[in-house]
Structures are given as structure tokens and as C-alpha cells.
């Protein structure tokens, strides 16, 4: 179900969008539950135990520096150096092999196409994560020139840097754009940036994305078009 805070039946979140920026992983591609499922399988092989669950909880939507940072503070001692190469090279396969795109993100991104309505994706991930999982599911081609990392713009997410970066990259004053975001912390790094947030409540709670400034939630990527005002069959399509 959509809703949140001021949120009308029919009226668009933003009344001239300018612009739509995606979060990568869990928004655009279905890869969180694998990533966090390997990050759980090291930790709990080097003594800390995790399940998939927990790790979500954790670690969704922070910088890997960060979470590196919350394993040492875990641990009470630096993360062990191998932890972050065994984990890049062990994701990348399990990536390759299992991502798929987020249901309901073909027909979503085909509606703004359709409606000229420009679009990026902005993530605290690498690169290299991201060209993985958009080349397996096919939608590097969407985002050529329009993929960007906070590890290349400034402060990783909660900070609105890569967001701003995204936002001018496109052409979009950051008022006249929808951010849409799966974790907290994404959802505050775009409202710090001065966007309208759709939180995808897939795999965190509404409560949560709405309490981080989300101005709607949403279950399915489906529901997104109508709040941005988009209808369903654009003149021409």
C-alpha cells in the first residue's frame, strides 16, 4: 500500500518533476538479501555470529567503510584485513549468477522514457558492484552517464552529496526531484539533499523509511508511477 505523510489521492508528490533519482541495490536490483547473506556467512565464520536477517538490520544502506567500521566496533578491534577482498570477490560471483532486477523497474523507468522525464541512479556502492549487477539484469544501458557512486562525489549516504551530483548530472533542481530509496539511511541523505522521498518498503519497515522523512511509501515499484503523477498510458507509447 502507498501512503505517508501529506500524501492525496491523485495529487503527484511533486507538481513539475524535474527529474527521478534510483538507489541501486534493492530499488533497481534485487540484491541486498544476496549481499547481506555473504556479508553474514564471513562474519559468522570469523566468530561473530549473523544471520541474514541481522545483517539487513545492520548494515542496509551503509558505505561498506562503514560497515567495516561497525565490525570493528563489533569486534572491539579493527575489521580483519581479509574481510573486505573475501567478501568483494565471494558477492561478485554470487551477484553474477543470482541478481535479478527488481520487479516492476523495467516498466517503471520504460513510463518515464515514454513521459521524457530524465532519470540516474545514485549509491554508496562502487562502480564496478554497480556495473555487475545492472550489466546481469540488463539495465546498464539505462544508466549510461547517469550512474553514479558517493565514493566518487564527496560523503557517503546519509549525506546528500551523491544526490546533489545526480540531481545536477540530470539537470534537475533537487525540490523538482523524487528520490526513490529502500533504507533510512538513503532516505536521509536524499531529504538532505532537498528531495520528495518514495521509500520502497520491500525489505524495511514504512514506519522506518516514513520516520526518515519518506513522504510516501510504497510495496511495489508498480504503485511509484501514480504518485508521480505519470499516467498509465502516455500519449504516443
Not at 503527484?12 to 541501486?24: N, Q, S
Not at 546528500?160 to 528520490?179: E, F, Q, S
Request: proline residues 6%; glycine residues 10%.
Amino acid at each position: 500500500m502507498s501512503g505517508g505523510i501529506g500524501v492525496a489521492e491523485g495529487v503527484p508528490l511533486v507538481a513539475r518533476l524535474e527529474g527521478v533519482v534510483f538507489d541501486c541495490d534493492g530499488v533497481l536490483v534485487d540484491s541486498e538479501r544476496i549481499t547481506n547473506r555473504v556479508w553474514a556467512e564471513l562474519l559468522t565464520e570469523l566468530g561473530m555470529p549473523t544471520t541474514t536477517e541481522q545483517s539487513l538490520a545492520t548494515y542496509l544502506g551503509n558505505s561498506m567503510a562503514r560497515c567495516l567500521e561497525i565490525v570493528g566496533e563489533r569486534f572491539g578491534r579493527p575489521a580483519p584485513d581479509e574481510l573486505l577482498p573475501r567478501f568483494q570477490a565471494t558477492v561478485a560471483t554470487a551477484l553474477v549468477h543470482e541478481v535479478t532486477a527488481v520487479p516492476g523497474i523495467v516498466p517503471l523507468l520504460d513510463r518515464l522514457d515514454a513521459a521524457r522525464i530524465p532519470y540516474a541512479v545514485a549509491s554508496n556502492g562502487e562502480q564496478t558492484k554497480m556495473q555487475t549487477t545492472l550489466g546481469a539484469t540488463g539495465l546498464a544501458a539505462r544508466f549510461v552517464d547517469r550512474r553514479f557512486s558517493s565514493l566518487e562525489v564527496g560523503r557517503p549516504k546519509p549525506a546528500p552529496d551523491v544526490y546533489l551530483h545526480a540531481a545536477r548530472a540530470i539537470g534537475a533542481a533537487p525540490a523538482r526531484t523524487v528520490a526513490v530509496e529502500d533504507s533510512p539511511l538513503g532516505v536521509q541523505a536524499a531529504v538532505a539533499a532537498g528531495m520528495v522521498v518514495i521509500g520502497y518498503a520491500e525489505l524495511v519497515d514504512p514506519k522506518r523509511l516514513r520516520a526518515a522523512g519518506a513522504a510516501a511509501t510504497v510495496e511495489h515499484l508498480d504503485e511509484v508511477a501514480s504518485l508521480l503523477g505519470i499516467p498509465s498510458m502516455v500519449s504516443g507509447s
